[in-house]
């Protein structure tokens, strides 16, 4: 029979192992994208950037298989519905420009950010 002590010292043991084993499992990122851009007039600068998430692919069965991890992804710029920027990344991508305000028609100018990664899950920037 274990005593009390006993006890605590394997409870605390099979703790540890449980967060060490979770922790080098790594935390998955989840794909996402961001966009601002600020001012109205003269120089206005667009900042987008983009996480992308890493997934595990397989090729092959039985002995020949074989596993990679894939955290590749595309990150796309729109304004107004049209794409005026692309960028690839392995983790992460960011793109940047700067928009002469005076030359921007009057209205309203929507920027957008889609990120893509490798397994084609997408994600539009708020």
């Known amino acids: 029979m274990m005593d009390t002590a006993r006890i605590k010292q394997f409870l605390i043991f099979l703790f540890l192992v449980l967060v060490f084993s979770f922790a080098s499992a790594g935390i ?19 900042n987008a950037s983009a996480e992308f998430s ?11 298989e ?24 392995n ?7 700067t928009f002469d305000g005076g030359a921007l028609g009057q209205g309203e100018h ?6 893509c990664d490798s397994k084609g899950i997408c994600e539009l920037s708020s």
């Open 28 to 46: 998955a990122i989840a794909t996402s994208a961001n966009i601002t851009t600020s001012g109205n007039e003269g120089e206005i600068p667009v």
């Open 54 to 64: 890493t997934h595990t692919f397989c090729s092959g069965s039985g002995e020949n």
């Open 66 to 89: 074989i596993c990679w991890d894939d955290n590749s992804g595309t990150l796309s710029v729109y304004h107004n519905g049209s794409r005026i920027g692309y960028k690839g990344g």
């Open 91 to 97: 983790g992460s991508a960011s793109w940047s420009t």
């Open 110 to 115: 929507i920027f957008k950010a889609i990120a």
